[in-house]
């Protein structure tokens, strides 16, 4: 089964950091681009951040621009976001998403079920 | 970035009736060269993740019923449902991919049982 599984949500305090994972399965994960989209609560999507197939490129929505990264590790199938400097307006719902196709652009068929994070003190 | 602006904000459709949700963009996300449109859709019910419906503004993605369509092309975009059935009570979302990595979507679309 294609399966995406997000982790490491929780409680942060104001600029704290957390890092998130998302741990693929049931495709070949090295050759797909992937994102991340979060959604605040009760509010809609918005794309934070994506990555190529190699890691080759690397993008950022300006609202996180500086203090979040993208990252994955293909030989353990798992993609990440380190999230520096947190706000209370990072409060959201994070999803990991997959390209459909393997040469984008392209829409997101895959998401995982999400992790989420709150920036509370 | 592209802007989409969906309408209307939320929409009440009886059992069985047509429901249409429009999605327009403040630029064209029309590409010429493949004359494709970068244009999705997805559905999202309570506590669950986004579902892709419709990409290409008109292709619908595998296992989707056939009674989700998508249509239009440049600026102008509709999803149309034909007949509503009780599980397509969600809010549905319009995405632009022509701009990557500035990926937008449109603000959702509340759909509910008149």
């Known amino acids: 089964e294609v399966q995406l599984v997000e982790s490491g949500g929780g409680l942060v305090k104001p600029g704290g950091s957390v890092r998130l994972s998302c741990e693929a399965s049931g495709f070949s994960f090295s050759d797909y681009n992937m994102n991340w989209v979060r959604q605040a609560p009760g509010k809609g999507l918005e794309w934070v951040s994506s990555i190529s197939s190699s890691s080759l490129y690397i993008h950022h929505a300006d609202s996180v621009k500086g203090r979040f990264t993208i990252s994955r590790d293909n030989a353990r199938n798992s993609l990440f976001l380190q999230m520096h400097s947190l706000r209370a307006e990072d409060t959201a719902v994070y999803y990991c998403?997959?390209?459909?196709?393997?040469?984008?652009?392209?829409?997101?068929?895959?998401w995982g079920q999400g992790t989420m994070v709150t920036v509370s003190s | 970035d592209i802007v989409m602006t969906q309408s209307p904000d939320s929409l009440a459709v009886s059992l069985g009736e047509r429901a249409t949700i429009n999605c327009k963009s403040s630029?064209?996300?029309?590409?010429?060269?493949?004359?494709?449109?970068?244009l999705a859709w997805y559905q999202q019910k309570p506590g669950q993740p986004p579902k892709l419906l419709i990409y290409?503004?008109?292709s619908r993605e595998s296992g989707v019923p056939d009674r989700f369509s998508g249509s239009g092309s440049g600026t102008d975009f509709t999803l149309t449902i034909s007949s509503l059935q009780a599980e397509d009570v969600a809010v549905y979302y319009c995405?632009?991919?022509?701009?990557?990595?500035?990926?937008?979507f449109g603000q959702g679309t509340r759909l509910e049982i008149k």
């Open positions: 290409w503004a008109s």
């Open positions: 995405q632009q991919y022509y701009t990557p990595p500035s990926i937008t």
């Open positions: 630029q064209s996300v029309l590409y010429s060269s493949n004359n494709k449109n970068f």
């Open positions: 998403a997959r390209d459909r196709i393997q040469w984008g652009p392209d829409a997101f068929d895959i």
